[in-house]
């Protein structure tokens, strides 16, 4: 099958759409950027950008929301009049990369008996949400107390899989696994800064090639960030990118 961004989960929901965008709103989660957005279907003329962002900024404000934030067409570059009024307006630029590999791909990892990774149950639960705050909470106490209450939705989803993985018994690395008839998607993949380099992040994958060796494996990576080059080693094939853009308004 052709593997493209509409294959990743987005914790949103829209709530409006037209011609030119769909909006993403999730009341769940307002502080989540990523799940607060406008998403262009094409890319738009500087004043549809201009029109789009008083729009959102307009709703953002009226739900409390501080932040615009804006993604484009996948594969293609920012023409250079929006860059420019980006770059005037102070906003972050960034992409998003595509990744795919066939579980039978993925390197050989060698047993660790430090390392034990455990799908989250109800005896387990308490360890993956404290794991997940401490990671959380350098984004600030609200974001983190609201991504606890999204863990524990996420909990209750059929089709989503959380997995814990200790180290010599102690909490250090965490993700979510999101299944579909074809797909298992690696999301918010984390390893605590304690534990960095002992294995922890090839191990987790190496459990959910294991257990969805039928699926394609999928993932997205920050294009500006140092995770994308590990995935490169490990064997998956990159399918594309996507920009977006966003500002944070006190």
């Given at each position: 099958m052709q593997i493209t961004f509409d294959n990743i989960f987005i914790h949103s929901h829209i709530t409006a759409e037209n011609d030119l965008y769909n909006h993403y709103h999730f009341p769940e989660m307002l502080s989540r950027y990523d799940s607060n957005y406008i998403e262009f279907k094409t890319f738009p003329k500087l004043e549809d950008l201009k029109e789009a962002e008083r729009y959102l900024r307009e709703f953002h404000r009226k739900h409390g929301q501080k932040h615009v934030k804006f993604k484009f067409p996948a594969n293609e570059k920012i023409p250079a009049e929006l860059v420019k009024f980006l770059n005037q307006e102070n906003y972050d630029i960034g992409f998003l990369e595509l990744y795919a590999i066939e579980p039978h791909q993925f390197p050989d990892v060698k047993d660790n008996p430090d390392i034990k990774v455990q799908i989250v149950t109800e005896k387990n639960l308490?360890?993956?949400?404290?794991?997940?705050?401490?990671?959380?909470?350098?984004?600030?106490?609200?974001?983190?107390?609201?991504?606890?209450?999204?863990?524990?939705?996420?909990?209750?989803?059929?089709?989503?899989?959380?997995?814990?993985?200790?180290?010599?018994?102690?909490?250090?690395?965490?993700?979510?696994?999101?299944?579909?008839?074809?797909?298992?998607?690696?999301?918010?993949?984390?390893?605590?800064?304690a534990f960095q380099k002992k294995g922890i992040g090839s191990g987790i994958q190496k459990f959910v090639m294991d257990t969805f060796h039928d699926k394609t494996v999928i993932l997205v990576a920050d294009g500006q960030d140092t995770p994308k080059e590990m995935y490169k080693r490990q064997n998956y094939q990159y399918l594309g990118y996507q920009y977006y853009t966003q500002k944070v308004e006190e």
């Open positions: 308490r360890d993956f949400l404290a794991l997940q705050y401490q990671q959380d909470i350098i984004f600030g106490r609200n974001f983190a107390d609201q991504k606890v209450e999204l863990n524990k939705r996420i909990f209750e989803d059929p089709a989503i899989l959380q997995l814990l993985a200790l180290y010599k018994g102690t909490p250090a690395g965490a993700v979510d696994v999101i299944i579909t008839k074809n797909t298992a998607e690696i999301d918010n993949l984390g390893v605590d800064e």
